[in-house]
């Protein structure tokens, strides 16, 4: 445990910060963090799936979230193409090499886990067990990448002797690993985005490709003369109907939102967090270039509930120091 760390320790009650999954509506959580520290409210553990253990693990590693805001604000169209980069790797469209140096950039130097400021977990899923993983010890930079790993777009990560993707598969919203590092009072931030039919405006970008495809394809003869079909069934939605059907992107899309979903529901019911903040955010395939709208639900979300949260931090923080006087 890091001298700070310790220091913390016994100060009032242990307050614990869940942040969920979310991609690139965590510039949310940024949000959060802003407000919660102008607010003087401390901050003794975070536990964070993918986007969240992104933004968590900056923080317990003593990085201003005025620091990781300007990481948001200077994403462009460049930066989020550099990050996704196709490298086509055996088990991953990319290897996840640039978004690591992205990371070490914002993270800075190497640290452990173990020796962060403010107690950390990064949410991770094991590929070949589905288990769960909570990597609270080892290489920060490792245990966020693994946690924000996800499946088939990025290569998965070793960490000892484990294969990890992305957390956000199995704990979306790490409830229970934030109570595991000591948490007394959980503020948990949810960012997923509900199930959603897909957009005109998304439904148009995947029509041109589709368009662009296809008259490519028919331009070679060489290739199967049913192929430009086969692309017209992928891409356009089917007319006639009362809702059109979502293009290939789409089904996969809405397929892991819907899960998510379900495991988020499971977990709220049997381990509620003291505190849920739910920022308004809109979902967009092109959100990493939307992040000033992030970052201000983030922050209008949490000061609707620091109200909430300053009762219970305080309330239990004067039963324990009664407690400790008698």
Known sequence: MSRSRKKAAGRGPRVGLALAAGGARGAAHTGVLKVLCGAGIPIHCIAGSSIGAVVGGAHAAGIPPERVEQ?????DLAKVVRAFFPTLTRSGISSGTEKRR????????????????????????????????SLTSGPLLDAVQASASIPGV???????????????LVDPLPIGACRELGA?????????PAPHGESMGGQRVWDRVGERLRDTFREQRWLPGNL??????VFDPKVGTAMPLPNLTGVISQSIIILQHRILALELERDPPDVLIRPAVSYSTMGYLRAPDGIRAGEEAATRALPEIRRLVLGKGKRAAAARRG
């Open 154 to 168: 990025f290569r998965p990560v070793r960490v000892g002797d484990r294969v990890l993707v992305d957390g956000g």
């Open 184 to 192: 007394e009072v959980v503020i948990a931030v949810d960012i997923l």
């Open 71 to 75: 990481e948001w604000l200077s994403a």
């Open 228 to 233: 430009p079909d086969l692309l017209a069934e």
């Open 102 to 133: 992205i990371l070490a950039s914002v993270l800075g130097g190497a640290p452990q886990i173990e020796e962060l400021p403010v107690a950390f977990a990064a949410m991770a899923c094991d590929m070949h067990s589905g288990e769960p993983v």
